[in-house]
């Protein structure tokens, strides 16, 4: 049995971090009923690399976080949509909304009405800025909270233009720190019986996957500077070029690095690194730089990762995700799984038992109204009625 199983969650989220927060639950055994607009679904439907799947509503970027979830088309703006959703969240443990402030009021999703039909309701708001502060009503993505959070001037190669972070990382790390967030709201509910409002900012979860940054400008007023794939203090954590290929080596400790040295045939430099004192270790930096660089240049990149990862010294040939996601490794594990004609990523950890499994691949818009509207009582005239006139939506 899955941590989740037995909980019902309502997803009102769109684009990444919220439908990924979500998506974290669906595969931790919660039922997900993500609900769409009847007349404009999640936008990440018609985006992705395959064009034809666009077409149908079924983006990849959109299925990359839609599997394991049922979906319900309902216009939230009428009447009878709005009395239709007010009966799901009277069966429902947990709500997850990232509308702006102002449709949050208009759809009355407001917490303190919702927490009227269900007293002990977990609500979950996403927003870029917070439901506080000057910035609360502004809106945001991933790129333009990179730039606010100072991410970008963490990001890129030294006396660089400040680079964004390529993927979303922003968003899908609201959306772990969100779900994480749920769960300890259902933890402490276990335990007291009580409801909870959560308040999730893509700004102050910025903060906290650079936290090591955060806390140095903190105590000493200035940031870190960027470096690339150089530590400036550093010669074992750095990229080398090899005879045929870039190689990443992450020798952080003296130890590591006097290991490193082992593995280029230095034993005499490795005791001296060994017997360094840290604080005087980049010092050392140049002058182990230029013997490393002339040494990794001797054997490829799969060769020297071998070689190191025998001596304790964490290393890795640069790959293209392509390549990563065919790796014997990745095939040992459960992060990727089959579900129907698709591979998904599921989530980054394991159970012993009761692991993240994804059920169900992502379903068309609106695929499941009429199930959801039936186990609520709406007979099959009835639900016929209310699609006639756009309260729902099923594509069947």
Request: net charge negative; charged share 20%; proline share 5%.
């Amino acid at each position: 049995m899955r941590p989740f199983e037995g909980l019902r969650v309502l997803d009102l989220t769109h684009v990444f971090a919220g439908p990924f927060c979500a998506y974290q639950l669906a595969v931790l055994g919660a039922e997900v009923i993500k609900i769409e607009p009847v007349d404009r679904p999640d936008m990440t439907r018609e985006e992705g690399a395959d064009s034809a799947l666009n077409a149908k509503g079924m983006g990849l970027s959109f299925q990359a976080q839609g599997g394991g979830k049922r979906t319900l088309a309902l216009d939230l703006k009428s009447p009878e949509g709005r009395g239709i959703f007010n009966r799901l969240v009277a069966t429902a443990d947990v709500v997850v909304q990232n509308y702006t402030a102002r449709a949050v009021d208009a759809l009355g999703l407001g917490y303190d009405r919702l927490a009227a039909l269900k007293p002990d309701l977990i609500y979950c708001a996403i927003s870029g800025f917070g439901v506080s502060g000057p910035k609360a009503a502004d809106p945001a993505y991933d790129v333009v909270i990179q730039a606010f959070a100072g991410v970008m001037a963490a990001n890129g190669e030294a006396g660089s233009d400040p680079v964004r972070v390529g993927p979303a990382m922003v968003d899908y790390g609201t959306g772990a720190q969100a779900a994480m967030a749920i769960a300890a709201a259902l933890f402490d509910r276990a335990r007291t019986g009580l409801g909870r409002r959560i308040d999730v900012a893509m700004a102050d979860c910025a903060l906290m996957l650079m936290n090591s940054h955060t806390a140095t400008t903190l105590a000493t007023g200035a940031a870190p500077k960027p470096h690339g794939n150089h530590d400036p203090s550093l010669a074992g954590y750095a990229t080398y070029e090899t005879a045929d290929g870039t190689l990443m080596i992450g020798a952080y400790s003296n130890a590591q690095l006097a290991n490193l040295m082992r593995a280029v045939g230095r034993g005499d430099v490795a005791e001296e690194v060994a017997s360094t004192p840290r604080a005087d270790i980049a010092a050392r930096r140049p002058g182990d730089r230029a013997l490393l660089a002339e040494a990794m240049r001797t054997r490829p990149a799969a060769e020297w990762e071998e070689i190191l990862n025998d001596h304790h010294v964490p290393a890795a040939r640069v790959r293209g995700l392509a390549e990563t996601l065919t790796e014997p490794q990745l095939a040992s594990r459960t992060v990727v799984q089959q579900v129907g004609d698709g591979r998904f990523a599921v989530a980054g950890f394991t159970y012993d038992r009761g692991a993240p499994t994804l059920d169900s691949a992502p379903r068309a818009h609106g695929a499941d109204s009429r199930a959801v509207l039936e186990e609520l009582g709406v007979g099959a005239a009835e639900f016929d009625d209310l699609a006639a006139r756009g309260v729902v939506f099923s594509p069947s």
